[in-house]
């Protein structure tokens, strides 16, 4: 695929001003700029999202790859540096590059931002209290880019830390692709997002959450063991893939009595 760029011998250079044909009452957006090693980011990116390189796969050696794009392998390894910044490839020592996989752990500790109040942190333990099928509500429709109509695969499970309850999950799925998770496999496992990668070849890339105040209804007291009104901190996360189509739709409750949410930037 060609790349476009004003300086092959400029690893940051630019490529050109795409000009588009715009509607009279739209107004023109400025040029467009798009650095070598992003265009280069882009095409590996492309490459890995079709299944051209699976999971756990390793992709061609730098010189190759910096050859076949006919750029340098700095360009080349600059664009890998961000792909492993953002846990698409992982290198591995002496082998090369490899596509980065939802090992159990490794999703766990990337995704999971719970902590003690201490810091210290522990691997939860998963309890489904149901998993159905039914009609998705506006939100969800809205969060996973659903037709009208659509069903969906609704998850409710209850997570213990230390052996005590301490997130309320529901998780959402469009039911199109994840049809066979209304009843397979009999028992979940804790990492759902390996699960996807595996079993449904849906890979979790990205997760964007907020998060807001809420006070305790009576399935958080039931299942959380706390006081009606107490407060508590809603996650919500929409989980996509690498070209930033949404999987999952997750809304965790949490009792922020032992545990709060942590984040390092």
Known sequence: MPIARY???????????????????????????????????DLLLERI????????TFIPSEAALAASYNVSVGTLRKALDEL?????????????????THDADRALFRFF??????????????????????????????????ADGADVIHIRRVRELAGSPTLLEDIVLD?????????????????????YQHQYGATVAHADERLVAVKAGEQDAAHLGVELGEPLIEIRRVASNYQNAPIELRISRLTTKEYCYASRL
């Open 7 to 41: 300086n092959s011998q400029d690893d940051t250079s630019a490529s050109p001003p795409i000009h588009k044909d715009v509607d009279s009452m739209t107004a023109p957006k400025g040029p467009t700029f798009q650095p070598l090693y992003k265009q280069i980011k």
């Open 49 to 56: 999202a079709s299944g051209e390189w699976p999971p756990g």
């Open 84 to 100: 492993v910044s953002d846990n698409v490839v992982v290198r591995r020592q002496g082998k090369g590059t490899a596509v980065a």
């Open 113 to 146: 931002n719970v902590v003690r109040r201490d810091g210290e942190r522990s691997l939860p333990v998963s309890r489904v209290l149901s998993r159905r099928r039914r009609t998705a509500t506006a939100a969800e429709r809205d969060a996973l880019e659903l």
């Open 175 to 195: 039911a199109d692709t994840f049809a066979a998770l209304e009843s397979q496999p009999e028992v979940l496992p804790n990492t759902l997002y390996q699960l």
